[in-house]
């Protein structure tokens, strides 16, 4: 079976553009979760959907939105990029909304000119 | 709030030698779960182990161990026999359900390098 999969696995933007990163969950899993992981820390929960419902957000601004869809696969989308968003950026799925095992899928890297 | 603490930046352990990566909690929540990851310098993040807060035992899965002690906050990962393939960046994690949702919260992580 498949893990989760996330594309693109790089991406270069400028400044003031917008960006959308894909996630699958693993197949049979509900939950999605996005984390952003800048260079040297630990990764920062921004989204969970769950039945394609938001059911939790992080500490990160309105430019930064996710969407699931009926297949259980996500959508992060970041307007207005900074620089400060060249990160790493994580999906993670469980089977259900309450985490007992997350699986993670190889991330995005962005990079911000 | 909920936090981890991992006190190591950075451990060094010889080959087939056992190491023990410290991680301390905080949390005023009497469930809550535990959680060990893996990422190797490719990025993703592999998950290790779980503890319960309920489990009566220790969690075990295959060379790798959690030495939870409940009393002490603490939840440290046991990795025996170490392996060249070892080597890489371990984050410590907890289960956080403040301010809605189910995520994690993890720490600031221990790079492991195993030596020949």
């Known amino acids: 079976d498949a893990g989760v999969t996330q594309s693109p696995t790089h991406l270069i933007k400028t400044r003031g553009q917008h960006v959308t990163l894909r996630c699958s969950p693993i197949s049979g899993h509900k939950s999605v979760s996005w984390y952003q992981q800048v260079l040297g820390q630990g990764p920062q929960f921004i989204f969970q959907y769950y039945e394609k419902e938001e059911r939790g957000r992080g500490n990160f601004p309105d430019r930064f939105s996710a969407r699931q869809f009926p297949n259980y696969s996500s959508e992060l989308n970041v307007n207005a990029l900074l620089l400060g968003d060249s990160a790493l950026y994580l999906c993670a799925s469980s089977l259900a909304a309450g985490l007992v095992e997350a699986f993670f899928g190889q991330g995005t890297r962005l990079t911000v000119v | 709030a909920q936090k981890i603490t991992q006190t190591q930046p950075g451990m060094f352990v010889q080959e087939k030698e056992a190491v023990t990566l410290d991680c301390t909690y905080d949390t005023s929540d009497p469930s809550y779960g535990l959680f060990w990851y893996k990422q190797p310098s490719s990025g993703e993040m592999i998950f290790l182990i779980y503890q319960g807060s309920y489990d009566q035992q220790n969690a075990t899965e295959g060379r790798y161990s959690l030495n939870f002690q409940k009393a002490r906050k603490s939840a440290n990962l046991v990795i025996s026999a170490s392996q060249l393939g070892d080597s890489a960046m371990y984050f410590c994690?907890?289960?956080?359900?403040?301010?809605?949702?189910?995520?994690?919260?993890f720490g600031t992580g221990t790079q492991l390098k195993v030596e020949l």
């Open positions: 994690a907890m289960r956080d359900v403040t301010g809605g949702g189910n995520k994690l919260t």
